[in-house]
């Protein structure tokens, strides 16, 4: 090894020289500092200085449909004084906490089941895992328009098998005040599931066979095995994908835009939609601002929670 | 005789259990999909029927109006397939519109993929003040709700005249990719040993030099499965393109949301649109399949 690095050089070093490399005057600091510039420039303009911008909004009487010629006025905290004393903004993170706690509850115990199922060689296995992957690649509008059609009380094949299969009475999936939720549930439980199974069944291929084998000797249940080999390996991994999840789910707009719009009754208005209907309906420009920033300091709140409990059950399992 | 309390007995309940549950998320997961394919070669009257059909050619005949639908005016007369003399053949808005995404994902992939790249480097070769604050900042602008941000970027785009262009929202689908970027190509490089280019350093290449001749060819692969899962985010993206974009540049989820929205609901014809939206993605990432996993998870998970 060391000969041949050695002839190399004394190949390579007259041919080098004489071509002289190309930039050699750009030094490590230089090419530091252009390699990040362009990133942390693109970031500053369009992901900080609006968030500067609408921070200062948040403090402003501002609608930019009525008060475009006039300009912001400034209020203080009049509009997070007035945010944080309306019902209907608790209701609203009601229904975003319903939404997010139900969906993820599911989609975890769906896709660690699923896992475990897939966590053993079978013919077919590849060609599962290949398909399973597909709904998370699409879009979750096109997903969500295409789940609209399933559900129709008219056309539906959903319905179809519910009512004319089963017996059962039929269900006005999007309509019904009961239902409207699930409906969305069921949607991002379709397309996240696959997700959570991915990550799990990571987890587990990453689980020593010999730790299993050792409780074999010792003629442990298979139920022992699970709960004190599987699961605590496991559990790191799969917390990640939970906060991942969580915080996918409470940014949910497309399915609920696409399929109930909020309704029926604001039974489906989770947050994202409210603040819609603030700022691109209504135009209450300065009140979706402030209102914005309050989801914000609730989802860095969130997840500094969720991150500290990961960092302590990755303490513990060690 | 079944023997209840034979280990035979309780291995062959776990077998059934395991394929009864194997079968009904199969089922469960693949049926849309199913469906959504089926539904595209579907007769306009066959779509609405009630009981549904399941197979072609075994239960109804497959047609290919709803892709002709997709791709020319013919269906928007509501004539489709009723008299093929008359059928119009104008070309329809989709293909433009399918342009317009393939433009705007196209040009955010690869600036994103080769900005962030290169930020990545950066980080992981380079001693750099404050790299963790940088780094932390950086992905923390991922955490932020779409919609949240909306609202300044739909006022910074009136003011600065880019709004429904295509300029616009590409930067602005860039700077949502970067942090991703930056993070996967981050911890690939951490992987990759420094010994590579410091041995083609000694040999007389400049730092340049050697980051285009050794390190990119070995950073290749996972430039490659990065720019899908950049290009899936854009390519599917929806309410900034609905908000910023309304006319112009507009992609396709609007398109396909407009098609839903208004008039009689042409449940063949979306499906049709939506396979041919979707067909580049799947194959895109049935080719990086095996990448998957760290993308998914932002690089928390390694293989």
Known sequence: MATTTNTNV???????TSLRPRFGWLGDRALATLFIAPTMVLLLAIAIFPLIWSLFLSFNKFSIIKDAAKGPVWIGLANYG???????VWARFGTTARFVIS?????FLVGFALALLLNRNFKGRGVIMTLMLVPMMLSPLIVALFWGYMYRPDAGVIDYYIHNVFGLPAVLWLTDLRTAMWALVIVDVWQWTPFIMLIALAGLSAVPQYLYEAAEVDRASGWFKFWNITLPLVTPLLLIAVLFRSMDAYKMFDQAYALTGGGPNHTTEVLSIYLYQMAFRDFNTGKGSALGYIML???IALANLLIRVLNQLRADSR | MLNFGSRRFWHMVGEVLFWAGLSAAFVFFMFPLYWMLITSIKARTEVTLLPPTYFPYIDFRPVLDNYLAVFTKASELGSISVSTTSRNVEISTFPGILLNSIVIGGSTTVLAVVLGTLAAYAFSRFRIRGEGDLLFFILSTRMLPPIVVLIPIFLMFIAVNLRDSYIGITLLYITTGLPFVVWMMKGFFDDIPKEYE?????????RLDAIWKIVIP????AMLATAVFVLITAWNEFVFVQILNPSKA?????FLYGIIGYGQIEWGRMAATSVVFLLPIVIFTFLVRNHLLRGVTFGAVRR
């Open chain 1, 10 to 16: 004394v190949e390579s070093t007259p041919a080098r």
């Open chain 1, 82 to 88: 007035s945010l944080l004393t309306d019902g209907d």
């Open chain 1, 103 to 107: 969906s993820v509850a599911i989609e």
């Open chain 1, 297 to 299: 300091v609730v989802i």
């Open chain 2, 198 to 206: 410091e041995a083609a350093m000694i040999d007389g290449y400049s």
């Open chain 2, 218 to 221: 070995e950073a290749l692969p």
């Open chain 2, 250 to 254: 507009t992609t396709v989820p609007p």
